[in-house]
């Protein structure tokens, strides 16, 4: 009687042949994914000829991609364009590679020249995000743990961030998650808030002063990225008696100077300011 042999090895992957499809699929996810990157934006038709991936395959993959917020469709352009996942992606790289090891020392000789914890954030939404921080030697300080999130009206370096958007972009931000009261300093009024916004980026510089903590104040700048726009800022912040009128001008400078160095240093562009005709005479 003929019995079959038993064969020998590594049990049968749970994975059959067409599992290879899957890797495929992922390969061309991938690739279009790093198409749109590139063009910024595109047509489907584009995309489909570009890669040589079947127009009803692209939409399919597409489709994912802005399921998972990778991709957005444009629909008055009729076009793709990259999506808020893909810049969360990239931002994290960012704060490991680059924004927070670049920043890192800056910080370091802010904090030295202030006596302030020096704080970094980036935008994220309504809110900024603190991805970094040099505490001063000081015995009594502000701290903020990494993560730690706050809503951008009321923080030093979300104001900053703010003032260096285009009002309807701030306004527009601003509306999906209102202006909450935190203390009785906060600026809870449109008004109140874009006179201050106002100010901020005449100067360079923001000065939140109990607008989120009774007894702490802010001073923020805003960092821009290489296509001058507004993405993250730094600050230093700390108790409020040491942020008198007479020194808060001279810590506001040394802030506006350290964000300028790391936009620089992370090869970002500061916009050049539109000279101010409104008092001219002829």
């Not at 015995?139 to 009321?154: L, N, V």
């Not at 998650?177 to 906060?186: A, E, V």
Request: proline share 4%.
């Amino acid at each position: 009687m003929n019995t079959q042999k038993r064969q020998r090895g590594r049990p049968k992957s749970q994975f059959k042949e067409s599992s290879a499809g899957t890797l495929q699929s992922l390969d061309r996810a991938l690739g279009i994914l790093k198409a749109v990157s590139r063009a910024e934006r595109a047509s489907l038709t584009d995309l489909s000829l570009s890669l040589g991936v079947p127009t009803a395959t692209t939409h399919r993959i597409l489709t994912t991609l802005q399921k998972h917020g990778f991709v957005a469709f444009d629909e008055e352009r009729q076009d793709w364009v990259i999506g808020i996942e893909a810049y969360r992606t990239g931002v994290s790289f960012m704060n490991r590679t680059n924004l927070s090891a670049v920043s890192r020392p800056i910080m370091r000789q802010l904090m030295e020249k202030t006596g302030e914890t020096a704080n970094l954030a980036i935008a994220d939404g309504s809110e900024v995000v603190f991805v970094g921080q040099v505490e001063t030697v000081n015995p009594i300080r502000a701290f903020f743990a990494r993560g730690t999130r706050t809503s951008m009206h009321a923080s030093g370096t979300g104001k900053a961030i703010l003032s260096a958007l285009p009002q309807d972009r701030a306004r527009k931000l601003l509306m999906t998650s209102g202006l909450s009261s935190f203390t009785d300093n906060t600026l809870v009024t449109p008004d109140a808030l874009f006179t201050d916004l106002d100010i901020t980026r005449a100067r360079g510089w923001s000065f939140d002063r109990e607008e989120r903590h009774i007894g702490m104040s802010c001073i923020g700048s805003v960092i821009y990225d290489e296509h001058k726009e507004p993405f993250a800022g730094v600050s230093i912040s700390g108790p409020s008696t040491r942020f008198d009128d007479l020194r808060v001008p001279e810590l506001g400078a040394t802030v506006l100077d350290a964000a300028q160095q790391i936009t620089h240093l992370i090869g970002g562009r500061v916009p050049v300011k539109e000279p101010d005709h409104s008092t001219n005479t002829t």
